[in-house]
């Protein structure tokens, strides 16, 4: 139900509301995770564009639309076919005029798949490779990021100058706007996690971005607050009163997953059914070679605390696919950490080896939903038994 709130068929509908193209021509450039879907909502809902570029993740493409050129491409890492496909997008937005228009949809997961860097592509993808095993959150990554980029930050829009840029963002991290962060907070993160930087990086790192960007409007539609509040409305329709946590959550996995199931514990048993919702973007630091998401890792986590206990705790990442892995998310209980043990499975283990996905694989406990299309951050919710 709280995905269903949050698809972009709706959200990008309501946005274009407030679009009123010049006389000129209108082209479409569309990145993220939810990029196939919302360039065809648009689509649909215009009638036709003059030309665009989709660029979105592998997979994620689920046919043609008219007039679109439809691309797949490296996430959480860029690759080779996200350079090919942003040099696509730049060439269609060459030599515009001020009458034309370019209606730019981006969600989440575009900071990978859209993307030309500005030191070599092997650089970027070790760098970005450092901080996703960092743990840094992705404001922090997306701070390093920008200045190592000839597209984020604003600069995208400045390659569309003249032309008016009608920016349509399904996520609640802000793409091609400008830039409120600072050189010296790059510099601060770059140090922080250790970063193994060239010394062409280091001077992008203390280059400023665009701070004003006066050809560019911007709707923000679909967020991680629908999201929460979708789910807060299925689970007062399933009998729980539901509590809003947060829809900032941005911490480790495994530590939200600790704090999540330790509020279980103090509700239990109460005779009450509730419902404790948290959304936002949880990080996972690498320290094993395992396969699993932040989702899966927040949900095993908590699957010691819950032992025995009435109640459940379950992650969801909106876009349906959690890390490098075909699940959304986890889902444990009361009866998890038992038939973890009885499967060999040690939770401590586990998660130090990164490899919550065979773990709760083994008890039955991936939520698979498929791609979604959106991509607005996770959900996880605690439910609590009368």
């Known amino acids: 139900s709280s995905i269903q709130a949050v698809l972009p068929d709706k959200a990008v509908c309501r946005a274009l509301e407030d679009f009123q193209?010049?006389?000129g021509r209108v082209l479409l450039v569309a990145a993220g995770k939810a990029a196939w879907q919302m360039a065809h909502d648009a689509v649909q809902a215009l009638?036709?564009?003059d030309g665009g570029v989709v660029v979105t993740k592998y997979g994620h493409v689920k046919g043609e639309i008219p007039g679109i050129s439809?691309?797949?491409a490296g996430h959480p890492v860029p690759d080779d076919n996200s350079f090919a496909a942003t040099e696509k997008a730049l060439a269609l937005v060459q030599g515009l005029t001020a009458e034309d228009t370019v209606l730019f949809l981006l969600s989440g997961g575009g900071s990978a798949l859209f993307e030309k860097p500005l030191v070599s592509g092997g650089e970027l993808q070790d760098i970005t490779n450092q901080l996703l095993a960092s743990g840094a959150d992705i404001v922090e990554m997306n701070t390093i990021r920008k200045?190592?980029?000839?597209?984020?930050?604003?600069?995208f829009a400045q390659h569309c100058a003249p032309a008016r840029v009608f920016s349509i963002v399904l996520s609640d991290i802000l793409g091609d706007l400008p830039d409120s962060s600072t050189c010296a907070q790059a510099l601060a993160i770059a140090e922080k996690y250790h970063l193994n930087l060239s010394e062409q990086a280091k001077a992008l790192l203390a280059q400023e971005t665009p701070k004003a960007l006066d050809n560019v409007t911007t709707q923000i539609t679909g967020s991680v607050r629908?999201?929460?509040t979708a789910a807060a409305k299925a689970c007062r329709e399933l009998g729980y009163e539901p509590i809003l946590l947060t829809d900032r959550l941005c911490c480790e996995a495994k530590e939200a997953g600790s704090f999540l199931s330790a509020i279980a514990r103090t509700?239990?048993?109460q005779g009450k059914k509730l419902a404790f919702i948290a959304g936002g973007e949880t990080v996972v630091h690498l320290t094993g070679k395992g396969l699993g998401g932040r989702n899966q890792e927040l949900a095993l986590a908590a699957a010691p605390a819950l032992a025995g206990q009435n109640a459940a705790v379950f992650s969801v990442g909106s876009d349906g696919t959690d890390g490098p892995t075909d699940a959304a998310g986890g889902y444990v209980d009361g009866d998890t950490a038992a038939a973890l043990a009885a499967a060999g499975r040690n939770v401590f283990d586990t998660l130090q080896n990164?490899?919550?996905?065979?773990?709760?694989q083994a008890v039955d406990g991936l939520i698979i939903t498929?791609?979604?299309g959106t991509n607005v951050n996770d959900v996880a919710v605690v439910l609590i038994g009368g």
Do not use: F, I, M
Request: hydrophobic residues 30%; positive net charge.
């Open 370 to 372: 498929g791609a979604t």
């Open 267 to 269: 509700h239990a048993g």
């Open 147 to 155: 200045r190592l980029s000839a597209v984020k930050g604003g600069r």
């Open 70 to 72: 439809c691309y797949e």
């Open 226 to 228: 629908e999201l929460c």
């Open 21 to 23: 193209p010049g006389g």
């Open 47 to 49: 009638g036709r564009v």
């Open 354 to 360: 990164n490899d919550a996905y065979h773990a709760l």
